[in-house]
């Protein structure tokens, strides 16, 4: 989805963000495995804020997890502009 100028909206900036780090999520962990996941992604201004919380067994660690779900959302939105 691209706005008039050609760039992609706010709306699909944040779907690609959001659903990169669910997607980077569940490609680590079975669904079943994952306790609780909450991915919050706001662009406003050109500013992307990702923040993921990972409840998940302890291998992988939860941390990096989320760490790498983070940078795959901060991909697929500079993946949209390019």
Do not use: I
């Not at 067994?57 to 991909?75: C, I, K, M, Q, R």
Request: net charge negative; aromatic share 6%; charged share 35%.
């Amino acid at each position: 989805m691209t706005d008039d100028s050609g760039e992609p909206t706010d709306e699909a900036v944040v779907e690609a963000a959001s659903d990169a780090a669910e997607g980077l999520v569940f490609s680590r962990y079975k669904q079943s495995e994952v306790r609780d996941l909450d991915v919050t992604v706001h662009f406003e201004d050109g500013r992307l804020d990702v923040d993921v919380y990972l409840n998940a067994p302890d291998d992988p660690d939860p941390a990096a997890v989320a760490g790498e779900a983070v940078e795959a959302a901060e991909a697929a939105v500079d993946d949209l502009f390019d």
